[in-house]
């Protein structure tokens, strides 16, 4: 029977990748079995166009546990026997269709991911874009996204510590929902998805089958889509109420000893997860669907093998220990089902009692085939690239009105309105909660902290992927720095439009050539990930946006620092790139440009062995208690970095140095490898001989004190007029 187009395209699949089952199978697939091939080679799960770019970056260091997409998160070594794990992933496209229960279900799979380690899940962190706020769909998006954050967050029990959020047109149909998670575990209770021996029970537990999120994998996040009517059914729903207790029994179950291997049912459900486990141990598995407990009626075996319904586990345990196992999830009043069994045939094969739905072989599921396509920028690229001062002219209005009006701003105005939605205090680990340039949280029984960020910048990689690659990197890591932490580890999610067009073939590729080199560079491995393609529609795809989620390790939980000026008489200094002649590319991809000149234009740049060393600047200085705060010049510049400071603090500025002609690049620009920081004045010397040291410049800015912001005789504002435009502008902005 010939397979239509049609239905090849509902599952992801080219025609030339069914003629390649074909020569796999030797025979023509059932649809169940096609609808597995569809799942398991989807880019969502096969990485088809990625993983051979992927490769590109380094993964190793001597805290790192794991290969990257060896398991479901990455694990580090925090020493004391403590291993964190954490991943970041996407949930894109469900966010765009349906997105109070696309963003919910989103945090509920990363948080499983984290469960299906072993770890107690213990922080939650999200990246999010939007289309501009003027839009009534777009308001509508963003209201329901962090509406699904807050309601499943808090539901479950994990904090939200940070994030960040920004708005552009070109996320106007393609809204960005990225969720990273962290857990921690005992190093000698990390867990495996590995099946292990031939025998095992396949135990599925958790919330019964339904229909949702049927082709969530192939057809929702492997594909661009024009009319998102026909998508809805493939959003899954969520019940975070039986997440947290599936998260309590799965621990308690882990804790006995008696699990072999868990695994998350995620992206193409028990096809994914029962594939994975059993390929990765070298085994196969019989899988009985009549066995599988249900919501619905009427489900067929396609239904079964391909829903994503969410708040389900897959553990595989000895048949010896399966009474004890069940007896801990009866107590929880949770769902435990005898599915399968471990065999040692190397064959995935599906059955409803004594009838074989499917058969076929793990290797030709699980081995994807792969593309290296070539990729070519594309024909504007060079022209917005060239920027130059002398054709971008002065603003007509005063340094004040700038700052004002950049500070009122969606992407730079506070965002306490949305995260003040979430619980950023339960578990009680919080020392540095959202705000700040990285989150903290301490590491019970120990003196020691770990600092969390998560961090992209779409223009940036627009203008130039391979430098808008380096700098993603260097402002995750010195948002990190900034704390008094080392970065120690990342997680990527990497969202692009369709992979198959060369324009973004070749964005996705010099990102991540960007982003290898600044990894190598500081020292800091990627270790886990998520890859989202085809964020795109009606022929419009999204900037290249790569999201870095970062995590460092503070030694001396007492010696940390936070962004906001702390007091008043402090002393005010820029570290870094402090140079004050200004270059076209100072103001490439910046708010002031878009804001005031309506331009995404430019070239950024970025000297990362100066970043190097401004951040291990940074952390000593932190560490030896000279520096009082510590904050990065990014999205605004050095004037809006300063105003952050001064706000959050509810301290005044005054300000005394030297500006070029060109004052709006230097207060405004968004050079790259700077940090703003205070001290008291009599560790200036102290300060100055570490920067002397390092080889990083550092220059005087000015004093804390007082009720008003001043810089030089540009600005000279009441602080309660600069607090009012940041902390109301988001909200005017809705």
């Not at 599936?246 to 049912?265: N, R």
């Not at 004040?400 to 003040?420: M, Q």
């Not at 004045?681 to 100055?688: P, S």
Request: one cysteine or more; proline letters at 5%.
């Amino acid at each position: 029977m010939t397979v239509t187009q049609q239905e090849l395209d509902e599952i992801a699949l080219s025609r030339a990748e069914y003629d390649m089952i074909l020569d796999r199978l030797d025979r023509e697939p059932n649809p169940v079995e096609l609808g597995m091939f569809g799942a398991l080679w989807s880019e969502h799960c096969g990485y088809k166009h990625s993983r051979p770019l992927l490769k590109l970056f380094p993964s190793r260091s001597p805290r790192v546990l794991s290969d990257p997409g060896a398991e479901n998160a990455g694990a580090v070594d925090l020493g004391d026997g403590i291993v964190a794990v954490f991943k970041v992933e996407s949930h894109n496209h469900p966010s765009a269709v349906e997105p109070l229960q696309g963003a919910a279900t989103g945090v509920g799979g990363i948080v499983r991911d984290i469960l299906a380690m072993g770890a107690r899940p213990i922080a939650l962190l999200n990246s999010l874009r939007f289309g501009p706020l003027d839009n009534a769909h777009n308001r509508h998006l963003f209201q329901g996204v962090v509406g699904g954050i807050s309601w499943y967050g808090n539901c479950i029990g994990v904090p939200d510590v940070g994030g960040e959020i920004y708005f552009d047109s070109c996320y106007s149909q393609n809204p960005l929902v990225n969720a990273m998670c962290v857990g921690l575990v005992n190093k000698a209770d990390l867990a495996t998805s590995a099946a292990g021996d031939e025998g095992n029970v396949l135990l599925l537990v958790g919330s019964g089958t339904g229909r949702d999120g049927i082709h969530g994998a192939s057809g929702l996040a492997s594909r661009t889509f024009e009319e998102d009517q026909e998508l809805r059914p493939t959003v899954q729903v969520g019940n975070p109420f039986l997440e947290k207790i599936l998260i309590e029994s799965c621990l308690e179950a882990l804790a006995t000893g008696d699990v072999v291997a868990i695994q998350d049912l995620g992206a193409a459900g028990l096809t994914s997860s029962t594939v994975e486990s059993a390929d990765k141990a070298g085994k196969g598995f019989i899988l009985d669907i009549s066995q599988v407990h249900r919501r619905e009626d009427g489900m067929t075996a396609y239904d079964v093998m391909l829903s994503e319904s969410q708040e389900r586990m897959l553990l595989v345990v000895a048949p010896a220990k399966v009474e004890r196992i069940r007896r801990i999830f009866d107590k929880w009043e949770i769902p435990c089902r005898d599915i399968g069994r471990v065999i040692s045939d190397p064959v995935a094969r599906i059955v409803e009692e004594d009838k074989t739905i499917a058969q076929v072989p793990i290797r030709h599921l699980s081995d994807a085939p792969m593309y290296r396509l070539k990729g070519v920028p594309s024909e504007d690229q060079a022209r917005r690239q060239r920027l130059s001062l002398s054709e971008v002219p002065l603003p007509l209005v005063s340094p004040e009105e700038v700052l004002l009006r950049l500070l009122e701003a969606p992407n730079i105005a506070s965002k306490e309105g949305v995260y003040r939605q979430y619980d950023h205090q339960v578990q009680t680990n919080t020392v540095v909660g959202p705000g700040s340039d990285a989150a903290l949280l301490r590491l019970r029984g120990t003196d020691r902290a770990i600092a969390l960020s998560i961090d992209g910048n779409g223009r940036y990689c627009y203008l130039d992927p391979f430098r808008g690659g380096q700098i993603a990197v260097a402002e995750v890591c010195r948002n990190l720095s900034c704390s008094g932490a080392e970065p120690v580890a990342l997680t990527d999610c990497l969202n692009f439009g369709d992979p198959e067009k060369p324009e973004v073939y070749y964005q996705l590729e010099w990102c991540i050539r960007g982003m290898a080199r600044a990894c190598r560079v500081l020292g800091v491995p990627v270790v886990s990930g998520n890859v989202s393609l085809y964020n795109e529609s009606r022929g419009q795809a999204i900037h290249p946006t790569p999201v870095l989620g970062g995590l460092g390790l503070l030694e001396d939980i007492a010696r940390y620092a936070r962004s906001a000026f702390p007091g008043d008489g402090l002393t005010v200094a820029l570290l870094g790139d402090v140079g004050s002649r200004t270059r076209s590319s100072d103001l490439a991809g910046s708010e002031y440009l878009q804001v005031f000149h309506g331009k995404i234009e430019g070239r950024p740049a970025i000297d990362l062995d100066m970043e190097r060393k401004l951040q291990a600047l940074c952390r000593r200085a932190i560490r030896d208690g000279i520096l009082a705060s510590a904050h990065d010049c990014a999205e605004g510049g050095l004037a809006v970095a300063l105003a952050e400071c001064s706000v959050q603090g509810g301290v005044g500025f005054m300000g005394e140095f030297s500006l070029p002609q060109r004052w709006d690049a230097a207060l405004f620009g968004e050079r790259q490898s700077r940090i703003v920081v205070s001290l008291a004045e009599n560790d200036w010397m102290a300060l100055q001989r570490l920067a002397d040291e390092s080889g990083v410049p550092i220059r005087r800015l000015g004093t804390t004190g007082g009720d008003r912001f001043r810089v030089n005789r540009q600005i000279d504002l009441p602080l309660q007029e600069i607090s009012g435009a940041w902390r109301e502008g988001l909200e005017r902005a809705l």
